[in-house]
Structures are given as C-alpha cells and as structure tokens.
C-alpha cells in the first residue's frame, strides 16, 4: 500500500512538473501514431545510426538531383505540418523581370523599408547578406536574373513543437539539409543555407513570469521565454512584470537563440553575467526527433553543452528559464571627443571636443580604457568605438553604463578620469553637471527605429584578458596594436569592456560550456569591416588577410586568446580553440552522441569541420552551394 501511495505521488508530481515547463505549444508533440502512415517522419534511433565517420552520403540532398523528395513528399509534409511549410522567395525578387515583378514593392524595399521591421520578419532573410552569394540584389530595376542563392528551399514556419519534429525527422530521414533561423541577426551565415529545410522559430514568442523558481541552490523569479522573442519583446516584458533579466543590446536581437547558445552579453554582463549564465532549463527538439527538457537534473552531459557550444548543434530550442531580478537602473554619460591633425581658423572644429594633437587624442583613448575596470569593479561596462574620419581624423564615442548607482556615486566614480583627460593630455571633456538620470533598465521596450535591415558587416575580435590591465608596458603593446588597426588598417575598433567572471556567473553559470576565455577578459575588442556583396573570391581572401594581420598582431601580444564566436569572424584559423577553448573536444563527444547523423550544421559550430559548402566560385565562408563532406575530414 504505503509504496503504492508513494508511486503515485511521485508520478503526480513528476507530471505536474512536466506540465509546468512546457508552453501549450510545447505539449502539442509528434507521436508514433502521426509517423505511421508517412515514413519520412519516422523518429530517428542514435543506437542504430551509422558511424559519424561514415562516407556516405557524401553530400546532403540538392534540388533537382536524384535523392531530393518528390512533389507529393512536400505536399504530404505539408499535410503533416499543418499547412506550415512556406516556400518564399526573395523579397527582392520584386525588382527583376519575371512573375514576382512589381515596382511599388521593390521601391517601397528599396526606400522605405528600413524604418520597418520587414527583414525582421521575414522568413528568408539575414542581416548579413553575403553569404547569401548575392544571387538576388536589392535595386530599382535590377540587372539580370534572381535566385535563390544561399537561402533555403522551403521554410517551416513553426508554432508547435509537433511542427519541429516533423521537420528535423523528414530533414534526417531524407538527408536534407537543415537550419534554423530565428531573427537572422548571425554574422556568419548561420542561419541559412542554399538547398535547404529551414526551421523558423520567430514565432515563438510565449512568455511567462514565474515569481518562484526552485532548482538545485537557485530559489527565485524566474522567467520562460520562447525561442522567438526578441530582447525589445523581452524588455517590455521585464516593464510589465517589474523584474530585470539579462537581454542583449540591440533591441531586434533573439532574446534565447544564438545569443545565448554561445554566451551573450548585455548591459548587466558585469553584475550579472552572459545571456547563458542567467539558464535555468531548457526545451529542445534533438536530431532524433524527441524532445527533451535539459537542465541541471536531466541529461547533464547536454545541460553542460547546450550553454555557450554554440547554436544550431544539438537541436532546436523552443523555450528556456531564465533567472530574473528585481527592477533595476542604468546610468549613463556620454564621453566623446575626436582629433583632426589639420584643423586650423579656415576649418573651424565640427566637435567642440576636437583635438588637432594625434598624441594627445590616442594617449587620451588609452587612456579611457585603462580607466574601464573601475566601472566593471561595481558592476557596470565601457562601450566603445574608435572610428577613422578620413585625413588622419578619429573620433572616440564612449559611454560608461553602471546599474544602480547614484548620480553623486556615479560622478566621483567617473571624475577623476575627466580630471586626468583635461591635465594630462589636454583634452577639453567635463562631465555633465546636469542631466546624468538613472533610468529603469526595464524602461526600454520600443521596438520602433530599431532601423534592423540587411548589411555586411564582419567583425573579427578577441576577448582581451583581464591580466593587460595590471601590466603598463603589457598595455601599451596592446594598445599600440588597437591604435595600428585604426591609423593604418582603416578599420573602426568596437570595445566593450565587462567581466563575467565565474563568480559573477555563479550556480548554475560557471559550469557550462561557455569559452572560458570569457571569465577572464575585461575588454571584447573587435575590428569591424564591410564585406560589400559582388566582389570576386580573390577580393574576398585578400580583404581577409588583411584584416587579419592586424588582430594577429593584438594575439602576439596575448598567447591562447580567445574570441566571442557571435562577433567573431566565420574564417577564423583555429576556430575550435579560440571560439570554444578547451572544452572543445568534449563537445565533439556530445555532439557525436546526440547528433550522430550531423543533422544539425552551422559553420564552426562543434563537428562541422566534416563538411563544407562546396560554393561554385570557391566564394570563401559563402552559404551558396551543396553542403558535401569534407574528403578525408573528421
Ligand atoms: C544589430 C546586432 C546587434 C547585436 N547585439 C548583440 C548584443 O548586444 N550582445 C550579443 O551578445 N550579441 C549581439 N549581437 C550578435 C548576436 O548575439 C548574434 O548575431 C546571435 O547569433 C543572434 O542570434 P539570433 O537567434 O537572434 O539570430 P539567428 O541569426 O536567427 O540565429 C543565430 C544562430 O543561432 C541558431 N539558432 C537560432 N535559434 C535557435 C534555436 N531555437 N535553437 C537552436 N539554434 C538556434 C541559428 O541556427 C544560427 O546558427 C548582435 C548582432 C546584431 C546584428
Ligand atoms: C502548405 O499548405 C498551406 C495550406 O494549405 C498552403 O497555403 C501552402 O501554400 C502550402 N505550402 C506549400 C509549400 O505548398
Ligand atoms: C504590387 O504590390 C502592391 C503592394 O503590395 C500591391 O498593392 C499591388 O497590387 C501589386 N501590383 C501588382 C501588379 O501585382
Ligand atoms: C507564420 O505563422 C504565424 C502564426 O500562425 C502567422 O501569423 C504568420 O503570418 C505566418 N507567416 C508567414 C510568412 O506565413
Ligand atoms: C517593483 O518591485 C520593487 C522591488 O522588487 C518594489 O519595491 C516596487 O514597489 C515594485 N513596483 C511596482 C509598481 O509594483
Ligand atoms: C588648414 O587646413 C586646410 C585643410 O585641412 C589645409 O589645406 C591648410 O593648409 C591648413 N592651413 C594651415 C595654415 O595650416
Ligand atoms: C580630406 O581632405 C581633402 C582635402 O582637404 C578634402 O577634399 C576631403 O573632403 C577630406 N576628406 C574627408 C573625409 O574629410
Ligand atoms: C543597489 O544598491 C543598494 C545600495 O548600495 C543596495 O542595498 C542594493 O542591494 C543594490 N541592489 C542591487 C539589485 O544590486
Ligand atoms: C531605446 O533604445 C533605442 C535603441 O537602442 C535608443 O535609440 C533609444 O534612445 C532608447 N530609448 C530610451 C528611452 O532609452
Ligand atoms: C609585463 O608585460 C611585459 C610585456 O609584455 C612583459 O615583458 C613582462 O614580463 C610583464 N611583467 C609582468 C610582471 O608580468
């Protein structure tokens, strides 16, 4: 009897916890039942797969060829998906010759849709677009033809996790490629790929406030958020229910996808850690079909894994449980000055900032930064850029961001830099004696102006260790290298500077898979470059190696630096150490155990080095083409 009671207790409880992780659009799941009558939805066996090693296939499916599904296989996928499937084209095929010709769509793309959030939104596209191959170019009465390029062939718009078994199970059982697009925010081409299933998690934008949350030591509010909320959804949600959580910057940003898979950072990084530090739970469809919650109880292997070995690896994330804090304010002031060497009474200053000193104006920027582990020491972060103006002209803009402080902490904080700016190297900055505010952190939810549409920038970066900071000379080489980018690369350097330290991270953060080279930075330093599309592969590798050159000279300087993959570069040399660290190589385990079809690909995600887009042009680090094995490769 008494063993009995306990069975069934235990049962209850194990079901009412199930139930309270799931959103409704999670319990709506694939059963064997629905695979029955279509076999190409069958779940898949990790027991019974071939080897990771296999040889074949060599390529994944492609449009066309032998081996890609029939019309009745997409219509019945269709069927089994509910109507989901979309197959779209380009949004810029509006402005070529053929059906989808229509003037006042291509102007209105052309002109005015940058003030909307229409690429958001958009199933296809990506804000980095040159992966795509530039198949398919934005411009009032384009030239030639439009293809799809590196875009995926059909897309899942999904709302039900059904939804997202069905597609994984039908992409592994028809070795089809398969990606995972959520706001196309990647800069690497991640979430795209020519001939392929893409799942769209955009719409999955549940949300819920658990005031309390109880799992291992973490007792407190917490939150569950769908995989397709956006930090501007999450911010207004943070306003509604008076509680902070750790979102990203930029307000279009996916609030859980790729921010998190690989660590992410926000204004609250210093206090409260990476975007990953701050998951409780989490739900996910893995390669096999099923799905699974992973958290510190369950499947340890993956909870470890599944925060910071990057996105699209594992499987698909529908929802996590993020920790959440009670309201809290950022203050803020704006520090900015600049230098034109030619500057003289015919060309009076534009900056009332402006210098015509170089010296003066670098030791002042060095200096700025050597100021930053004050503001990170009481929880707070430097963000930075040193932009080149042309004619040896620079600015600097800065701003020092700390949560709750008070404005008179705050001045005597900041103070003395300005102090030392004006002595020591003349430059005529003062602190505001007026309008320094604490505002609510929760306060910005606007989704308005976010101005999100397709551009080509590529960063490639290094997360500076905290240790340059308490070595002058150490310091001045680095700086010396910063300064060389700027002055002779052309390129604008961006500086965050903040330490998620392990401490800061705390239960469950500071064990996981995040690159540790995030423990110990004080500064995410990156040169940013613009990749504009239509240039030829040679153009390309020589643009690459010369950007590159600069940041190997910051790594001299730095032995065994790493590199934040989701403001690093896609061809990046020895990726899996600088982007993953050490812990890379139990990752390739995981990876191997969970995934061992490699249904799940990504370039310099973990295990991807086995294959390679095979683009017809060699277009370097380029999504347009067949993804094949790698001859000889892992
Ligand atoms: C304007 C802008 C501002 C940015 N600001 C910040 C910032 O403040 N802080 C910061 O840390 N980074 C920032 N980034 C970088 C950002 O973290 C990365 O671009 C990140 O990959 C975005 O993730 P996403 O899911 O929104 O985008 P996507 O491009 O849709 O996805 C990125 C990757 O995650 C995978 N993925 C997405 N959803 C899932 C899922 N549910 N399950 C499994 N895999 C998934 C995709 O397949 C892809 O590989 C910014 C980028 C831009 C363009
Ligand atoms: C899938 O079905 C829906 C509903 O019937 C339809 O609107 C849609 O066009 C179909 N998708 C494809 C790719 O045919
Ligand atoms: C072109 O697009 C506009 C705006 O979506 C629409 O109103 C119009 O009917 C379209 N024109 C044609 C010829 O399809
Ligand atoms: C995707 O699905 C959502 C929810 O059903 C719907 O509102 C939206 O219009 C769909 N998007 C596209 C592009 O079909
Ligand atoms: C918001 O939360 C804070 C502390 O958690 C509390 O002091 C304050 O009264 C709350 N505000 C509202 C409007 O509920
Ligand atoms: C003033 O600046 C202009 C343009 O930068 C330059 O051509 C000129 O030589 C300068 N004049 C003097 C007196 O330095
Ligand atoms: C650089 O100087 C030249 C000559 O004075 C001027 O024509 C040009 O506009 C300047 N460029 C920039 C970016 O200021
Ligand atoms: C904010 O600062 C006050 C005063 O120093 C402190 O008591 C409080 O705990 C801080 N709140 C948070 C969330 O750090
Ligand atoms: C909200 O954020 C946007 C974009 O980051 C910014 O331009 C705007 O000034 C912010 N508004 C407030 C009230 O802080
Ligand atoms: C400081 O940095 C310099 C230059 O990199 C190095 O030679 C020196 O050993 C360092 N000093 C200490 C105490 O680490």
């Given at each position: 009897?008494?063993?009995?009671?306990?069975f069934?207790?235990?049962?209850?409880?194990?079901?009412?916890?199930?139930?309270?992780?799931?959103?409704?659009?999670?319990?709506?799941?694939?059963?064997?039942?629905?695979?029955?009558?279509?076999?190409?939805?069958?779940?898949?066996?990790?027991?019974?797969?071939?080897?990771?090693?296999?040889?074949?296939?060599?390529?994944?499916?492609?449009?066309?060829?032998?081996?890609?599904?029939?019309?009745?296989?997409?219509?019945?996928?269709?069927?089994?998906?509910?109507?989901?499937?979309?197959?779209?084209?380009?949004?810029?095929?509006?402005?070529?010759?053929?059906?989808?010709?229509?003037?006042?769509?291509?102007?209105?793309?052309?002109?005015?849709?940058?003030?909307?959030?229409?690429?958001?939104?958009?199933?296809?596209?990506?804000?980095?677009?040159?992966?795509?191959?530039?198949?398919?170019?934005?411009?009032?009465?384009?030239?030639?033809?439009?293809?799809?390029?590196?875009?995926?062939?059909?897309?899942?718009?999904?709302?039900?996790?059904?939804?997202?078994?069905?597609?994984?199970?039908?992409?592994?059982n028809?070795?089809?490629?398969?990606?995972?697009?959520?706001?196309?925010?990647?800069?690497?081409?991640r979430?795209?790929?020519?001939?392929?299933?893409?799942?769209?998690?955009?719409?999955?934008?549940?949300?819920?406030?658990?005031?309390?949350?109880?799992?291992?030591?973490?007792?407190?509010?917490?939150?569950?958020?769908?995989?397709?909320?956006?930090?501007?959804?999450?911010?207004?949600?943070?306003?509604?229910?008076?509680?902070?959580?750790?979102?990203?910057?930029?307000?279009?940003?996916?609030?859980?996808?790729?921010?998190?898979?690989?660590?992410?950072?926000?204004?609250?990084?210093?206090?409260?850690?990476?975007?990953?530090?701050?998951?409780l739970?989490?739900?996910?469809?893995?390669?096999?079909?099923?799905?699974?919650?992973?958290?510190?109880?369950?499947?340890?292997?993956?909870w470890?894994?599944?925060?910071?070995?990057?996105?699209?690896?594992?499987?698909?994330?529908?929802?996590v449980?993020?920790?959440?804090?009670?309201?809290?304010?950022?203050?803020?002031?704006?520090?900015?000055?600049?230098?034109?060497?030619?500057?003289?009474?015919?060309?009076?200053?534009?900056?009332?900032n402006?210098?015509?000193?170089?010296?003066?104006?670098?030791?002042?920027?060095?200096?700025?930064?050597?100021?930053?582990?004050?503001?990170?020491?009481?929880?707070?972060?430097?963000?930075?850029?040193?932009?080149?103006?042309?004619?040896?002209?620079?600015?600097?803009?800065?701003s020092?961001?700390?949560?709750?402080?008070?404005?008179?902490?705050?001045?005597?904080?900041l103070?003395?830099?300005?102090?030392?700016?004006?002595?020591?190297?003349?430059?005529?900055?003062?602190?505001?004696?007026?309008?320094?505010?604490?505002?609510?952190?929760?306060?910005?939810?606007?989704?308005?102006?976010?101005?999100?549409?397709?551009?080509?920038?590529?960063?490639?970066?290094?997360?500076?260790p905290?240790?340059?900071?308490?070595?002058?000379?150490?310091?001045?080489?680095?700086?010396?290298?910063?300064?060389?980018?700027?002055?002779?690369?052309?390129?604008?350097?961006?500086?965050?500077?903040?330490?998620?330290?392990?401490?800061?991270?705390?239960?469950?953060?500071?064990?996981?898979?995040?690159?540790?080279?995030?423990?110990?930075?004080?500064?995410h330093?990156?040169?940013?470059?613009?990749?504009?599309?239509?240039?030829?592969?040679?153009?390309?590798?020589?643009?690459?190696?010369?950007?590159?050159?600069?940041?190997?000279?910051?790594?001299?300087?730095?032995p065994?630096?790493?590199?934040?993959?989701?403001?690093?570069?896609?061809?990046?040399?020895?990726?899996q150490?600088?982007?993953?660290?050490?812990?890379?190589?139990?990752?390739?385990?995981?990876?191997?155990?969970?995934?061992?079809?490699?249904?799940?690909?990504?370039?310099?995600?973990?295990?991807?080095?086995?294959?390679?887009?095979?683009?017809?042009?060699?277009?370097?680090?380029?999504?347009?083409?067949?993804?094949?094995?790698?001859?000889?490769?892992?």
């Amino acid at each position: 009897m008494y063993p009995l009671r306990v069975f069934f207790a235990a049962s209850l409880l194990a079901a009412l916890e199930v139930a309270g992780k799931a959103f409704p659009f999670e319990s709506i799941q694939l059963t064997q039942a629905d695979t029955q009558h279509f076999p190409a939805i069958e779940f898949g066996n990790r027991e019974t797969a071939p080897p990771w090693t296999n040889p074949t296939p060599r390529c994944r499916a492609w449009p066309g060829s032998p081996g890609w599904p029939c019309e009745t296989e997409w219509r019945q996928l269709n069927i089994s998906l509910e109507g989901a499937l979309l197959r779209p084209l380009p949004p810029a095929s509006a402005c070529y010759e053929g059906d989808s010709y229509n003037e006042t769509t291509c102007r209105w793309l052309v002109e005015e849709s940058r003030r909307t959030h229409f690429w958001i939104d958009d199933p296809l596209s990506t804000l980095t677009q040159w992966p795509q191959g530039g198949t398919c170019r934005l411009a009032i009465d384009a030239e030639g033809t439009c293809t799809r390029g590196g875009f995926p062939e059909y897309v899942v718009n999904a709302t039900t996790v059904k939804q997202i078994q069905t597609a994984v199970n039908f992409a592994r059982n028809k070795n089809l490629r398969l990606v995972i697009k959520n706001t196309g925010h990647d800069f690497g081409g991640r979430s795209m790929g020519a001939g392929s299933l893409s799942i769209w998690v955009h719409n999955l934008k549940d949300f819920e406030f658990i005031p309390e949350y109880t799992i291992g030591p973490y007792s407190g509010m917490a939150v569950r958020v769908g995989a397709g909320v956006e930090s501007w959804d999450q911010f207004n949600h943070m306003a509604t229910n008076n509680i902070s959580v750790v979102a990203p910057g930029g307000p279009t940003v996916g609030a859980v996808g790729g921010w998190i898979a690989v660590a992410g950072h926000g204004s609250l990084t210093s206090k409260y850690g990476l975007g990953a530090d701050q998951v409780l739970s989490i739900n996910i469809v893995m390669a096999d079909g099923r799905f699974l919650t992973v958290d510190p109880n369950h499947h340890q292997d993956l909870w470890w894994a599944l925060r910071g070995g990057g996105p699209s690896t594992f499987g698909v994330i529908t929802s996590v449980i993020l920790k959440a804090y009670p309201p809290i304010t950022t203050t803020s002031v704006i520090l900015s000055f600049s230098v034109n060497p030619f500057l003289n009474s015919t060309t009076p200053p534009q900056d009332p900032n402006s210098l015509t000193d170089l010296t003066s104006f670098w030791r002042g920027v060095s200096l700025s930064y050597h100021y930053c582990p004050k503001i990170i020491a009481v929880g707070g972060y430097c963000f930075s850029y040193i932009t080149p103006l042309g004619n040896s002209s620079f600015s600097f803009t800065s701003s020092q961001i700390i949560p709750n402080i008070t404005v008179p902490a705050y001045r005597t904080l900041l103070q003395p830099l300005y102090t030392q700016l004006n002595t020591l190297h003349n430059i005529p900055v003062s602190l505001p004696t007026t309008g320094i505010t604490p505002t609510l952190y929760a306060g910005n939810g606007s989704r308005t102006g976010a101005g999100d549409f397709p551009v080509n920038t590529r960063y490639r970066s290094r997360l500076f260790p905290a240790y340059l900071w308490q070595n002058a000379t150490a310091w001045e080489e680095v700086f010396a290298a910063i300064r060389a980018g700027v002055e002779e690369g052309g390129y604008t350097f961006h500086g965050i500077a903040y330490s998620p330290t392990a401490e800061v991270a705390g239960w469950p953060g500071a064990d996981s898979a995040v690159n540790p080279a995030w423990r110990e930075t004080a500064l995410h330093g990156s040169l940013m470059d613009v990749q504009p599309e239509g240039i030829t592969a040679e153009e390309v590798r020589a643009k690459d190696e010369r950007v590159q050159g600069y940041v190997a000279r910051w790594q001299k300087l730095m032995p065994g630096v790493g590199a934040y993959m989701n403001e690093g570069d896609p061809a990046e040399k020895e990726w899996q150490w600088r982007f993953y660290g050490a812990g890379y190589r139990r990752l390739v385990r995981i990876k191997r155990e969970w995934d061992p079809w490699g249904v799940f690909w990504a370039r310099t995600t973990v295990g991807s080095e086995g294959w390679e887009v095979v683009t017809a042009d060699g277009y370097p680090m380029g999504q347009n083409g067949r993804l094949c094995r790698v001859e000889g490769g892992a």
